[in-house]
């Protein structure tokens, strides 16, 4: 046990590095680093796996502060605790540009945090995705090699949120005995006290989702490090509330929400230095404590070598497809299994909705990429995301492949993002396009981070028919290709589906939406070899009979209705091509010269999407015609809307006509 | 108590409508009508106020379908209780192009729906709404005059959805005793048993926020009745779970996930009628049956007619102040009140951040248009949305006209549907504009059924600096953009800020989205009359001091930034206008002349946002060059991110020039 004394001056080393920091910076929270300070340094000196010299040790325990807010709480650990490149000039630069302290922790600059988090209740529901990978890989791999908790740090803001209770819900139906909350219970928020808006008693919610709970004083060690004793022990998730002072330490402001977002003032700090006995300048750490943070810092590394002894001693067979799933490599075989799809898929023909053509796909697969965790928020037989064979994970059993999410797509899309996070496994999900809106902050988040998380979206417009208008996304592909990094693909038959499967797969950098179709449409593409046609994100799937006069561009299920307007068009002595758009992104990301060529010079451009226009300009220009949505759908079988709005063949030939009568 | 024979009859006539419909739509839900029908006839025949002939007397009882894939058995309730639009022929067009009777209930399609839900989770979101607003608007007229219940049916996957306790949360701490959720307790959702994907004991659950909970067997008339009855007298919120059997009668499917979504099929149904004793033909109601029914509903008109007696005697000021409230008229003073904000912004001048000119306008408008009711997830003084003087409301207290939500933006941005559809009042709220996406299902809910929410989300860009990508909107502009019937708009100025709000008050049949900055802006509007420049959408803020050669667009915070870029361009003898965009949706509701007259005909054009520019061509066209963002945000102060990311005077002049040589 850490002596009282030592215990205070460790934590009060973030405290100060916290308080000078957000000085500096002249914006930020100094509050909750300094009321959890107690917390993280019982955890992070007692408690926490980890080695700051390899901060992607697979094994290590995951520590996921879900108040991103008080990242300088995150800053200051890494520094004590030695990881390297979070120096002290480093936390001078808190929240400028370039840094690698900007305001909300960000993964994808900083090492040694695990997350990018900020928008509140996201971290909590991505570390159930993290313990999920953990159970799922201990499962496949062993103990010996996976054997990690995952801790979170969590506000009152965070337990506000819904998606908290999706998250709560999953944990504790699945038993995620290794993920342990620490909420930083100090009453207060932006407003002031949290009673003014709430009197939800946490503890018994938690429980009724099935975990264990405690409350202790966050400001004593011994609780802290009883406590986080007891939840690793425990054989359900855990909630422990600690009660805690934001802002512990300052006379004047402690206890209320003057702390919680605004630097304190140099006299006030002054006066915390009085009050905490707090000697050293700013920036400046006294060499016992930071010698104390260092030895706790290093003492990590006996268990990473005793971890990486027992890999090395692990079957070959096992260790390198360890490390191949670590790596985020794909096996070879994938390729192979792509090809074969498409060839099935000409040689069978027919009409097949895209949502069975991906479960066709998946079928083909999943088998030879084992890494790929699939799951659906209750739509499982509609999203056609479980694959043949494949197994539901259990509570006692995470040896399957499948996550039946519930009606969750929040925490689902969040838990995804652990999932990847974590390393080790692919999580592709199920849901109607429609309920993307209900996970656009974990989907924006993933494109944020730069991770390899797969949406599967079905049903994806006025197609899906009956469920009418709250059902029926008009809006929602151009929302999702508003967001920057998010890759959305719109295939238009089976061969695109595979070939969009793909590269989601082979996108490590970026999060996948694959929007699929429920009704049933044409095969069109026959050709089916190695080459994949979708990665440029738009190709001529139809030649004109002679030099194009009319250009038709179309994503998805309306490419075959282009091509119906087409042959219309061809019948009318009009030579006309058409091109399917099964990527904006990646389209628009080739140079100029290529797109223009895609595009081409006839003297009609018509482009056909049932949804809005929003978007399209950027691909075919504000010269060219569009059929597609103004409103909302409505409630009638899917054929019936396509003719209600507007989108046949006859319309399209029509626009093209009239295009080319103003020429 | 209706005998039980009678009772049976009653219910199974919901049956048998709902079978019926979905067999003839060949697509529907009937599970959870034939499982809810008994609690739906002893709510609709012993407990809900209300009457058929006037579906919107105010002080009627709401219910609320919030699992709205059961929209069968509501239909069939209407029409069975005399709600004459819908017909039995109504019925027969179950989910056809135009009918009364699409997919999901639709309140702006069908008489006696009082929500459009679908979505899961929105309706008893939506509820909590209803339920304080009548609280509130009873704190103001008295019970003579308000005096209602809200009752709420949600299923499995409502209780699954986070936003869900989000609202037990406000429910309970607000102490909505009035409001009643039955819960049809299946345990069946579609991917099967609801043990597969959760565990949560939701009594316990919403106990611990506060909710008086009960179970009882969902097919016990009785029962039934005493738990409404015994949650009218109490002084919380009740959940009472309804133990059902889905598709309640069917002798193979019942109590199987294989009758919540698909039809029954003619053998099922046939099966089906003999199991339960039915005899009648489709569509047909035994002339006992819907006498019943009739006499039921019927017996409502008396307590109509003395509620319409109490308001006939309230005080004549009252009276047509609750008149006035209900049918959604503004107050006359309210332009009065927006010239005198525009007065005093541009006498006052200097710079300030439109988040606080909307405070300015707040305080201006809120003492002469009683009936808004703000608030704020937990950023009131970061949204500035409450105005001078405003009290908050409190458990006991619902006099006030100021929420503290909580960080609960999708609860509260359900509730505020569910405030406006009561009527009576009109609801704003406040948050950030990036956490927009935490509430866009319920935003999109406003926006189908044309409801008046004002949405305050402030922190419109990379402008509000430090707190990073997580916190900086890029791509919200264009999302919110996208969702149609969705009044966006983004002021430059105080003056502008007046004027958006004048307009969003207006908009009686859409909801609006000011977006508004946290940074400072000069002022630039020195006109203060009762001309609302900003209803056109867009307008010439700055002429050219010649034939313009060059224009520029903006809006909002990058609107002053044009301004500098044209006296940069002016000072190198390039005529330059510029343009203000309030509201791209206000703009291109004009006719297209008038449209082209504001874009101009200057040789450069040059659109700036601090946004992507999706969107953007449909105002100005592909030609235009663009100054925006194509990547998420960064941390760091907001003048140097302006600066980082090429959002400067010098980068617009640059490339009007640009454009200007390659003419």
Redesign the interface.
Known sequence: MLSRTSHDRMANAIRFLAMDAVEA?N??HPGLPMGAADIATVLFTKVLKYDPTRPFWPDRDRFVLSA??GSMLLYSVLHLAGYEKVTIEEIKRF?????LT???P?NFVTEGIET??????QGIATAVGMAMAERALAARFGKDVVDHHTFVLCS??DL???????A???A??LKLSKLIVMWDDNGI????A?S???????L??F????WATTRIDGHDPDAILAALTAAKASDRPTLIACRTVIGFGSPKKAGSEKVHGSPLGADEIAATRAALGWEAAPFEIPADVLAGWRAAGAAGSAARAAWEARLAAAPEADRAEFERRIAGTLPQALEGAIVAVKQKAVADGGAVATRKSSELVLDFITPVVPEMLGG?A?????NNTKAKGAK?I??DDFAGSFV?????E??MAAAMNGITLHKGLIPFSGGFL??S??C??SI??A??MGERVIHVLTHDSIGL???????QP??HL??L?????LLVMRPADTVETAECWQIALQSEGRPSALILSRQNLPILRTDATAENRSAGGAYEIVAASAKAQASLFATGSEVSLAVEAAKLLEAQGVPTRVVSIPSFELFLERPAAERAKVIGDAPAKVAVEAA????W??IV???AAFVGM???G????GK??FA?FGLTPDKVAAKALDQLRQV
Chains 1, 2 share one sequence.
């Open positions: 910076a914006s930020g991103g807010h929240r400028k540009l370039g840094s900007p305001g909300h960000e990018t988090t900020g928008p509140l209740g009152d803001g506000m949120e819904g998606i908290s209770q999706e709560a819900d999953l504790g139906h928020s932006i407003d002031g949290t003014i808006s709430g009197s939800t008693d946490q018994a919610r429980a009724a989702s099935g659906s209750d739509l499982t037989g509609s539901a259990t509570p039946h999410w519930g009606v969750r929040h925490g429609v309920f809106d209900y656009r902050p924006r988040l494109a944020l028919g009956e469920d009418g208008p709250t059902h008009v809006e151009a929302a290709r508003a967001i920057p990094n809005i226009r929003m978007g300009d950027a220009g504000s010269d103004t409103s909302f409505a409630s009638a079988p019936d809307l209600h």
